[in-house]
C-alpha cells in the first residue's frame, strides 16, 4: 500500500545529465527523503538526502556540486538532478524515506525504498 516509484534512469555520454523522480504514493513523507545508488560489485551507499522540515540538504562530497535533490510536497515527488555525469556514477540508484528518523545517511535510518533506476554513464 506504500510505494516509492522511480524514473528517469538511462544511458548518457560523460558530462550529461540525467532527472531522475520518485514519486511516493499511499502516504505522505516524514522527516527525510534520500537517493542511494549501488554500482556492481559495491555495496549501496548515500547519495543525497533532503530535510522537509529545515529545507536542508546532504550530499555525499563526491556529489557535491554536481548533483542537486529536490522536492514537491504537492506532488509527493523528490528529484535528483545529475549533471556533469561521470562513469564512475554508474549505478542503479534508488529512492528512500524515512518517516521519523533523527538521521539521513544509513541505509536503517530509512523505512521505504523504490524499486531502482539504471544510471549508466558512458566514456
Known amino acids: 500500500q506504500v510505494q516509492l516509484v522511480e524514473s528517469g534512469g538511462g544511458l548518457v555520454q560523460a558530462g550529461g545529465s540525467l532527472r531522475l523522480s520518485c514519486v511516493a504514493s499511499?502516504?505522505?513523507?516524514?522527516?527525510?527523503m534520500g537517493w542511494f545508488r549501488q554500482a556492481p560489485g559495491k555495496e549501496r551507499e548515500f547519495v543525497a538526502a533532503?530535510?522537509?522540515?529545515?529545507?536542508?540538504?546532504y550530499y555525499q562530497d563526491s556529489v557535491k556540486g554536481r548533483f542537486t535533490i529536490s522536492r514537491s510536497e504537492a506532488k509527493n515527488t523528490i528529484y535528483l538532478q545529475m549533471n556533469s555525469l561521470k562513469p564512475e556514477d554508474t549505478a542503479v540508484y534508488y529512492c528512500?524515506?524515512?518517516?521519523?528518523?533523527?538521521?539521513?545517511?544509513?541505509?536503517?535510518?530509512?523505512?521505504?525504498w523504490g524499486q531502482g533506476t539504471q544510471v549508466t554513464v558512458s566514456s
Open positions: 528512500a524515506a524515512a518517516r521519523s528518523s533523527m538521521a539521513y545517511i544509513r541505509n536503517a535510518d530509512y523505512d521505504y
Open positions: 499511499g502516504r505522505t513523507f516524514g522527516t527525510y
Open positions: 533532503i530535510n522537509w522540515s529545515g529545507s536542508s540538504t
